[in-house]
């Protein structure tokens, strides 16, 4: 009988902490939600997380506003989240770089330790663009012009330990080319000097350059995806094309910080499940090149684990190390 008070005690903590859960999730949110896109504005990441975003917006009954913080290829603003309070008022758009990031540089955060999943959105590929005054046609043409020319051809990335970066040097380990990379802040700036042809390609998202491959100011050679894209479905992918293996794709997820209460957690995920579900959602992404990817929060995680020893792989042989 002694420890009948123990065992109510018990009892009446798990209760407590149930009707806790229980109002967290009903009330929350109840002032606006941020969340960080750690990328100069006009990226993949950018116009992705702002599409989730005015989506978010109507399901939560709250303003979900995008936050853009560039620097040090996505690190800046990745690590400014991680030291937010978690509350599930501070959130962060990754991607594919943030699994490039661990795979090159000693960050300020632990990269598996310093955030929550909250889901996987989406995927595109990264599609290989030239501007349309480069006298090449194709990914053949444009591997012997840069043969010819080593070291000379100028790519456009958004910075070191991008998607951009580490897609183009998976391109010159597997064709053997010497390519000069330029790094800006972020995808948007890299993209503006393509299409203004101050530098001679990219390897960006299809997302980002399809409006510009439309309008005829860019020229696509392939896509790096392992089927055609959709949206473009006259451009064969890099591996068809002549580097058979190659595949890159970028992809789109929305963590919080380490702690962020459960219930907060599931009402996002929840709420985030039901936008990925839409037709609408489905149609526009596929119109812009890419698509809906849903998982659960263990499959993200595996899945970026997956993605950051890949990318490890890549970097290691690129001899690309930021201590």
């Not at 350059?209 to 894209?229: D, E, Q, W, Y």
Request: charged share 15%; hydrophobic share 45%.
């Amino acid at each position: 009988m002694t420890r009948l008070p123990a065992v109510l005690s018990a009892a009446v903590v798990l209760l407590c902490a149930c009707l806790a859960g229980n109002a967290t999730a009903q009330t929350y949110p109840t002032r606006p939600v941020k969340v960080v896109v750690p990328f100069a504005p006009g990226g993949s990441n950018d116009i992705f997380g702002r599409v989730i975003a005015a989506q978010l917006t109507d399901k939560l009954g709250q303003t979900v506003f995008i936050d853009n913080r560039p620097g040090a290829g996505g690190t800046v603003g990745t690590d400014a989240v991680a030291k937010s309070p978690a509350d599930g008022y501070t959130l962060l758009l990754i991607s594919a770089a943030y699994s490039m990031n661990a795979a090159i540089a000693k960050l300020p955060y632990d990269p598996i330790n310093a955030f929550t999943p909250i889901a996987m959105l989406g995927t595109g590929p990264a599609v290989l663009t030239v501007p349309s005054s480069l006298p090449v046609h194709s990914v053949k043409e444009l591997i012997d012009l840069a043969k010819s020319k080593p070291g000379q051809l100028n790519v456009g990335s958004a910075g070191i330990g991008s998607f951009q970066h580490l897609t183009t040097e998976l391109f010159k380990q597997m064709t053997q080319t010497d390519m000069q990379l330029i790094q800006y802040r972020g995808g948007g700036p890299a993209l503006t000097d393509l299409v203004a042809a101050r530098v001679d390609l990219s390897f960006g998202s299809l997302i980002q350059t399809l409006p510009f491959i439309k309008s005829g100011h860019l020229r696509a050679l392939g896509v790096g995806g392992s089927k055609r894209n959709a949206a473009i479905p006259d451009i064969p992918t890099i591996a068809e094309a002549g580097v058979p293996g190659y595949e890159a794709n970028n992809w789109w997820g929305m963590v919080a910080p380490a702690g962020t209460p459960a219930p907060v957690i599931e009402r996002l995920n929840r709420e985030l499940a039901t936008i990925l579900r839409s037709r609408e959602l489905n149609e526009k992404f596929a119109t812009e090149g890419a698509e809906v990817l849903q998982m659960s929060t263990d499959q993200f995680r595996d899945f970026m684990n997956a993605e950051t020893a890949k990318w490890v792989r890549v970097a290691k042989e690129a001899n690309i190390r930021l201590d």
